[in-house]
């Protein structure tokens, strides 16, 4: 994954000074990419989920439970189990040594926190629907060698954030905050992974902004908080570095909670899958289709209620990470007027995605977000180099960023073999949908990510959504399904998600239409043939390209159950239903589709309110605790023990009676 | 006479999405019947917007314009007019699972069974231009798989039982006809559906060449029977699943369906035994553009009905699906 590449970093002024640099060769990587690959044909669907743990390490004498900084003790351990890389798992980045045969075992890889650990089956998964079901399966195995290389104390879960991060002491082992690097009030460096990407990373994004990152998450009013309520925790009076002003010119502000470093977004877990489509046509199709589904996937799994102690008033953690790696300066903020800086960006580097890259006939240019900001240089070069517009104009808007983190040994000779100066700015582009050309020197083809949704506490519900989102892949190429939906409303849609309860009680922009019209023949023969060239799946004669009418009539506000379940009257037949028609259509045998079922029945249950989101459960938590005083505060106590709560559920997943608000009677089967 | 419907495609229509889990399972075969009819008939409805609902009362040519009688006399009628030209799979043969589910239909004479499943397989190879097909499932009249079964919510969503099932003697007979196509590879695995473990034990006892899957609807019930998943896995039977009517097209159903009210195909004509005039209060005649007796007249009774699906394997994406039925037209 070229993650751990060694080097020399280039500190902010001078990685700013050949940026342009980097990414013209970026461009010429991609270009040498994208000409080699855009003929591949016929790659199976190969998929892959990414889970990611927080590890926790418990003092139940004291009660307490702090982040434990040990990440690389554990990935050493985990990277010399020689019966681990004898099955063909380990830690890729650190591995040695060969696997012969079977499934290999998980890979376990870094992450940015130093408190986290992220996890990844051996292999790719197929659409062979025992695979379907290993997932679970393999996420349970991946979370017992995880634990098994930890100390006794300490447990792998799988809460997206650490509900006391930032509190200064919960971490261990502990170091004081305001280091040189993320200059935060809460968290030291120490916080981050050490190799020297993460904390240049952290640092080259706070110099390029000018400031430090400011994350200001509305504090949830409850009946007896302070109002207006001014973050207690923060310190006005450090002088140690020059960011410490911040606080002093207003960056925390009233009623939020205040979070100074990359650490508060970037220490979130999250579950992200990868497809591999057949081609990139197909791939195009895919990452337009699934991406007005990601503020629906987000607000499904919301999971994100407590910040630094203090319950918020969002659900969910998108906003957060946005804004703790929004390198923007003033100028592109649009806070002062442009003057050094090449145009305004609305939108920081981590957000909804901006672009549709199919050549799908349906997609019409309303759609098209208004607001894309293109480097036009580097795009004539890409359409010069023979890209179509479309796609050339995706890359040419993920290319406005500056590369964050440079070596100075990479810049010395082009290589074109090569793909590192590419995914320089494409991997720093956190999108909910990434689009993915082949890497160099291997058979795997086009891909996309989708990164939308929250981590689950237990391995059942994000085996559940796993196995939802591909088989929503699966319907769409089948039905031929049309989910566009203007760019602004899904972005709209992401913010929406961010609500408390928003599953529930909020609408969400949304295609009234999936279906493919019907068809007119005269006489046997379409009337139309011909239209549907670029779509992956051209079968015979296909059917007219040019929808007319309003765009607006296009979509309307729905609620969430309307969404996955379908409308009762009729209209929009709901996703869960498409997913049935069509496991309806493929071969199935019954255990499959029974344990098919249960996962099924948990997002139906969570869209119709029958199921709580994690976030739901944890707020009824904390407002039950006898330790809470109705005050927005989440203390040490209550802290240890909900992580112990979710450790209960995490092992129990509902059998032993606990949770089941969140996760259904169906796992007392298994 | 013998009339032969078709859906084509059917995913290109939109019309195999559940929409309702409480609905009838056929709602899929009639609704793209009904809509395969409809592209064929109004060739002036055009394309009209993006929201697939434009079912609008738009004049409809007369039967004989898209319909077709077979040219070499004998009595046969194409519903619409079959046309293979552009149906082909896009990938090569071994990239597919195509799987093929025969219906032989409740009151349907079952002398003619060898010929009808030989028809029915010949005519998705044709449609798909595929030289053989991987499973034969075939569904015979009558048969309730959760008779057996403990699951007492799941008989009130059955519907009604509309036949007995024929014998076991009977059903063998068919089955040689499947052993045949097996013999010559036409088909590569043989199913039955809806079999329930006594009914399977006895049926196993005669066969030659062993059913390799049993299909069977669990209607949201996941409780199948110990009995019959030990019985299934110790024969190297796989249950796979499916959510079919037992009787897919029950005899009122194709007659609505061909019909000449507002949502039939105009095949056939009012039935002879009400005696009455078409009422004209609705004015349907003039708008479906039918003159006065035009239409076939007669008793329909539906023979067969064949569901076909082609899955591109490595990639579990559905690239054709539909059905054929016929059905008998006496005078």
Known sequence: MGLLAVGTPLEWPEAKKSASHVRSWGIEQLLALWRKAKGKERDALLWGDEVEYL?????????????????????????????????????????????????????????????????????????????????????????????????????????????????????????????????????????????????????????????????????????????????PTVDYHLHKWPEDQDVRNGAAKDNHIYMDAMAFGMGSCCLQITFQAMNIEEGRKMYDQLSPLGPILLALTAATPIYKGFLADTDVRWNQISRAVDDRTPEELGEVPLKHDRWRIPKSRYASNSTYISQDPRLRREYLDPDLVVDEELKARLVDGGMDDRLATHFAHLFIRDPIVIFAEDLQELDLEKSDHFENLQSTNWQHMRFKPPPPGNDTGWRVEVRPMEIQITDFENAAFSVFVVLITRAILSFDLNFYLPIPRTTENMETAHSRDAVLNDQFYFRKDPLPPPQTRVNGLSSTPGSGANTPRSRGPSRPSTPTGPVEDEYELMTINEIINGKADGGFPGLMPLVESYLDSVNVDVETRCELAQYLDLIKGRASGKLWTAAKWIRRYVAEHKEYKHDSVVGDGLVYDLVKAAERITVNEGRDGYAKEMLGECREQA | MKLILS??????????????????????????????????????????????????????????????????????????????????????????????????????PTENRETQTREAVKLVMKELHMPSIDLLIISFPGIYFDEEEDCPDKISTRGPVEADPESLECQIKTWKTLEALHEERVVKKLGIAEFGHDRLVQFLEKTTVRPSVDQVNLRDCCSVPKKLLLLAKSKGIELLVHNDSSNVLPRGTLRELLGPEHAGAGVLAEPTRTGEKRKSMHGEEVKNGHADGEGLKGEVQPLWVVKYTAVVKNRGVVENKGYFAVAELSG
């Open chain 2, 7 to 108: 859906t084509s495609n059917l995913l290109d229509a939109g019309s195999s999405i559940r929409r309702d889990p409480t609905q009838k399972s056929n709602a899929e075969l009639v609704s793209s019947f009904r809509a395969n009819f409809a592209a064929h008939s109004h060739p002036s409805n055009g394309y009209t917007n993006g929201l697939g609902n434009g079912n609008k009362p738009t004049p409809r040519s007369s039967y004989t314009a898209w319909t077709h009688m077979a040219e070499d006399g004998r009595q046969e009628l194409e519903i619409p007019k079959l046309d293979f030209e552009h149906s082909a799979l896009q990938e090569e043969r071994e990239q597919y699972d195509i799987t093929v589910k025969l219906f032989y239909l409740p009151g349907a």
């Open chain 1, 55 to 231: 590890v926790v390490s418990f003092d139940d004498a004291e009660r307490e439970v702090k982040l434990s900084l040990r990440q690389a003790d554990i990935l050493e351990a985990l990277a010399s189990d020689s019966e681990l890389i004898r099955q063909g798992g380990g830690v890729p980045d650190l591995a040695t040594g060969e696997h012969k045969g079977g499934r290999p075992a998980p890979m376990f890889h870094p992450e940015f926190g130093r408190f986290m650990l992220e996890a990844t089956p051996g292999k790719p998964w197929g659409i062979g629907f025992n695979d379907l079901l290993d997932v679970e399966r393999d996420m349970k195995l991946r979370r017992k060698i995880a634990k098994e290389h930890m100390d006794p104390s300490e447990f792998p879960i799988t809460l997206t954030t650490f509900p006391l991060l930032g509190d200064r002491k919960s971490i261990t082992p502990f170091y004081p905050p305001s280091g040189s690097k993320l200059r935060s009030q809460f968290v030291p460096d120490e916080i981050a992974n050490p190799h020297i990407r993460f904390p240049t990373l952290a640092a080259n994004i706070r110099a390029r902004r000018g400031r430090k990152v400011e994350l200001n998450v509305p504090v949830f009013r409850d009946t007896k908080t302070t109002w207006p309520f001014k973050d």
